[in-house]
Each structure stands twice: as C-alpha cells, then as structure tokens.
C-alpha cells in the first residue's frame, strides 16, 4: 500500500502547496481522498490518468476541499473513464454532485452529446456516510468512517485498510470521543495541522483545526507508527516558509514516532505484511 500527497496546501492559492488531495495505492486500485486546487494536475505530475481513478472520497464539503471536483468528473468524462465513478461523502454529497454536474455545465454537454458522445461515466454514483462504521469493502480493502468536529459541518475520516496496513486519513478539525480507537495502531495517520495556537487565535476560524500539541498527543494515544501533517494553513498567511517545519519539530518532541511535515508529492510507501 502506498501514500502520495498530491496537497498539503488548503485555501490561499499557494504556488508551492495545491489544495486537499491525496492518492492511496493497493495493488492496481487507485482511491482519491478530497480533490481541491490542482489536485488533477497534481496526479498528472505523478503519473495517473483521471480517467483510470473511478473512487473518490471526500472528507467535507467546504470548497478548498472540492473545488477540483467538475474538471476530475468532465475530464475522466471526456476521456472515457471505462468504470462506473462513485464518489463518497458526508450528507450533502449527493445535493452537491447534482448541482455542480448538470446543471452548470448544460451546454458543454450538449454540444459534446450532438457530436457522438455517450453520457456513460458523466453521471457519478453517490454514496453519502452518515454513520460511524466500515461502508466499504472491495477487492480485499476496507474503509471505515469517523467523524471531526469542524465548523459544524459534518466532516469524515476515513480508514483504509489492506495488505495487512491500516492508513487514517483526516478531513480538518478536531477529533471527537472515538477517534482515539479509531486510528488505534495506524501504520499512517494523516492529519492538518493548520497553524500554531499562537497563529489559530489570531483567525475567526481558529478554533476548528488542531494545533501540534495536541495533535502530538493523539498521535501518542492512538499508537499510531507515523504522523504526516498537511492542510498547512499558517504558510500562506504568514509568509514564514520555516513555520511548518518548527510545528514538524513540535510534535516530535512529545511523539516518539516518525512525524512527516507534508510536501506536494510526498509518498510514502507502506509495502505490505
């Protein structure tokens, strides 16, 4: 099982960090978890083909976490996506593919239809999760949800299971009750670390994201065997390009474990047991 993280970047359109995005890799299956800015160029830089991706997971719905969505859809579309595309979500997933694949795009597609196009792959199955639990299970993978506390919007966590490892991959925001046996064990938990406590108080959406400390210390109660950070928020605004790698430095003096600061196209490479 591999790791690639396409973005480790978040709302701000910074050159070096795209939006949302990471890529899991089992065996030849391929799953999209969130699709933000750039992330389809991000996979082209890597090598993948929209078109060859048929799962995408997303964690919430706020934009800098789905803003890629229409171009992954038209362009997997356009370039005849062979399977069926399903994308899963929290509640609202289904309302939100609705209006932003129709709709919106009405005379794109017609004009493509009048030329001999089939709408077969234009339409995605939608699955939304609303529960806590494992919804997933194909071609020996499991994937389970659990739920963050942002902003009061319903926001998942997934974990992949397969080939003997276990990836946690967080949407934003703070873990709720459960989450510690949730991510018990993890091979990989991939969370965001938006910012500093001194940086969070500083912004009126402070108090949705986790600050390294704390994030330190769920990492130690999980058990978790590596740390990835992303969704690094506090270089955008503040311009301090050292400031992810101080957080880095935070969190590995209160967790034993590895703990990777996220770069566009980082990969890690978990093999298998």
Not at 134 to 155: C, L, V
Request: charged fraction near 25%.
């Amino acid at each position: 099982m591999r790791f690639t993280l396409l973005g480790s970047g978040a709302v701000r359109n910074n050159p070096r960090r795209a939006g949302p995005s990471q890529i899991v890799h089992i065996g030849d299956q391929r799953l999209l978890f969130d699709c933000g800015r750039a992330a389809c160029l991000r996979l082209a830089q890597q090598g993948e083909s929209v078109e060859d991706i048929d799962r995408l997971f997303l964690t919430h719905l706020h934009f800098d976490h789905i803003v890629d969505v229409p171009y992954f859809v038209f362009v997997g579309w356009n370039n005849s996506r062979q399977n069926k595309l399903r994308i899963t979500g929290p509640q609202g997933t289904t309302d939100f593919v609705e209006r932003l694949i129709r709709p919106p795009f009405e005379q794109d597609i017609e004009s493509r239809l009048g030329h001999g196009k089939s709408e077969f792959g234009l339409d995605p199955q939608i699955v939304e999760v609303v529960e806590r639990g494992t919804f997933y299970e194909e071609q020996d993978i499991r994937i389970s949800a659990a739920f963050t506390d942002h902003s009061k919007m319903p926001t998942i966590a997934y974990r992949v299971e397969a080939q003997g490892q276990r990836i946690v991959i967080s949407g934003d925001g703070l873990p709720q009750d459960d989450f510690v046996e949730f991510a018990r064990d993890a091979d990989l938990l991939v969370y965001e670390c938006s910012g500093t406590q001194e940086f969070l108080d500083q912004q009126p959406w402070g108090t949705w994201h986790i600050i390294p400390e704390a994030l330190a210390e769920l990492a130690t109660e999980c058990g978790v065997k590596r740390l990835m950070i992303k969704h690094l928020v506090i270089e955008d605004i503040t311009g301090d390009l050292t400031a992810v790698d101080k957080m880095g430095e935070t969190i590995r003096q209160r967790f034993d474990g590895e703990v990777l600061v996220g770069a566009d196209g980082l990969v890690v490479d978990l093999g298998s047991v």
